[in-house]
């Protein structure tokens, strides 16, 4: 069941203080207000708060480390990518996909292990390189819908560097850390180029078996 709404948001009652906060101490303070079972994608996208599409990011490459539901967060990423890609201003998910549950203990359980290493990186973080906001905007969302594609890929385990590739691009993107978005963006790179030189040997291997080539 989805976490009760009477409960007050601590992003909503403490917003300058929030925005100030480091993302980790964002996600922490995200899975104990949820306090329940499970929340829904919703649930989740309703307190970012004025971090939207990166947040929205993060959590959706999160969600995607776990197993069963890469496919699902795959999707779900195809389309704030999309919005990005456009230059919307704040991302919306259609309800059927916005209802899909997330299990708060393995999405903590999940963080437990993140968190010590993206307080790590939190450390060398700064807003630096500056580049223009909306052509920014453009470039993340079509890396992270090309990695979306690539989430697809019926490899087992492939879904794992490619979600931290896309916690990555988040955090960079959120911190308006320029340096660490081009480094993002070119691991981005080299993980599409694997994902695509994957699906062709696949391919080939395929169409050799019923004698295409």
Known sequence: MAAGSARQSPMA??????????????????VAEAGGAEVTIDWLIERLGDRGFGMMLML????????????????????PAGQMMLARPRPVLPRRIGARAVGIRRLGGLLRRVLPALRLLERGI????PTPF?????VVGVAVMGLAVALLTPVPLSNVPIALSLVLIAVAYIEEDGLLLAAALVLALLLLGG???LAWSTVSAAGDGIGLW
Request: glycine share 4%.
């Open 195 to 197: 994902a695509a030189f």
């Open 13 to 30: 009652a403490e917003p300058e203080a929030l925005r100030r906060a480091p993302t980790s101490a964002l996600l922490e303070a995200l």
């Open 126 to 129: 700064r807003p630096r390189w």
């Open 134 to 138: 909306e052509t920014t905007k453009r």
């Open 60 to 79: 959706l490459g999160l969600v995607a480390m776990l197993p069963g539901v890469s496919a699902a967060a795959a999707i779900a990423l195809m389309l």
